[in-house]
């Protein structure tokens, strides 16, 4: 096979397109051996073996073919010819594409009245304030500083080994300036978000197992963020928090969520379809319209909206979009809802296709972090158990 893509002009054949497909199947997938900054899953694989900055992807047989910057090619789905340099867009606006989210809910068919959990109001302050690009830092301490609860986890998680401090420290200021806005923000929402649920009475959901799934998601998705060189904590939060409005849901329409689980395991649909077809909307819309009020970051916003779009974070053409990927992952694992019944299964699949990551490495790490923060609860799934049965009962329904 011819290598390299065609120069502009040039026609395409059948056999070109397919290896177009290949290309961009390989780079979403992290099915990279060669150097190429544009997307982190490049970054992940990278190599020296080619000094002109070329994307080199390798399948099937051994095929492998080099994808470069100022080539041009024709996309198969509508025939127009672009360069791969601007096959990305220059910017990503995390903004305007939750406000587009936000957008797309009908809010007219929520229900009229719905029990949200309270988040402490220093955190909804503090997201809010911070929010600001003239933030004051000593303004933002003194807020947390006001919750003793608040100031006793930011102290405590910025003296964890996480960040391995020679010194203690001792202020929020301190704290604050550490570990960086952001990175505040971020934990303050979980510890909100982790208070408000408990305090909550659910229906239907076992609470305490409810948490314990979302830290596993949140667990998952910070390991798999970490090994493609995203962004761990917006992983790590988008996949605490994805879920967060269940609790409620099943409280305002608990007849109908039992149906959903009636229906025998395996044998039913997507939690997402079946809420769209039942409500109109389901939990990750809904639950970013929700979060918008709370003033929770555009890139959060983004994470609940699209935690159960996997094929758009792989089709997705900014590499910034592609943060979602790890918390889409996430969703994959079971829970007591059962929201996507062959979910695991899918996980499996998809990891197949993925260097950057192995599946069952992350399995035991988000396993052995879990055991040191369930707080003596019982974790509803063993990952790397769950695992292990899985890929045995895939290779048995194979034969």
Known sequence: MKRGLPPAGQQLNHVTAHRIRATRTCVRFGLITGDHPGHPCLRAKTSKSRSDGAISCKFGRGCRFHLRAGDTFCTPENETRRPVSTAVPAQFDWKALSVISIASVKADLLPASIELPALPHAVTEFVQKAADPGFDIDVLSAIVEK???????????????????????????????????????????????????????????NQRNFWNESLQKALFAREIAKRMKLDPGLAFLGGLLQDYLLPVLTNTYDKHYMQFLEVPLGQGKELTVWERETFGFDHASAGTLFAAQWH???????????HHSLEATLQGTHPEFFKMFPIALAALLPDQLHQSPTGFQALIKVAKHCRAFDLKDVCKTVDAEQMKM????EIPNHLTQLLIHTQRTMQLSEI
Do not use: W
């Open 296 to 306: 929770f970051p555009p890139d959060l916003l983004c994470a609940i909206s699209f």
């Open 147 to 205: 919750d003793a609860a608040l100031t006793v986890e930011l102290l405590k998680h910025v003296n964890s080994a996480l960040y391995a401090m020679r010194n203690p420290i001792r202020s929020v200021r301190d704290a604050i300036v550490h570990i960086g806005i952001n990175a505040a923000r971020l934990h303050l929402l979980a510890v909100g978000m982790k208070a408000a649920s408990r305090a909550m009475q659910t229906k239907l959901l």
């Open 374 to 377: 369930a707080e003596g609860y």
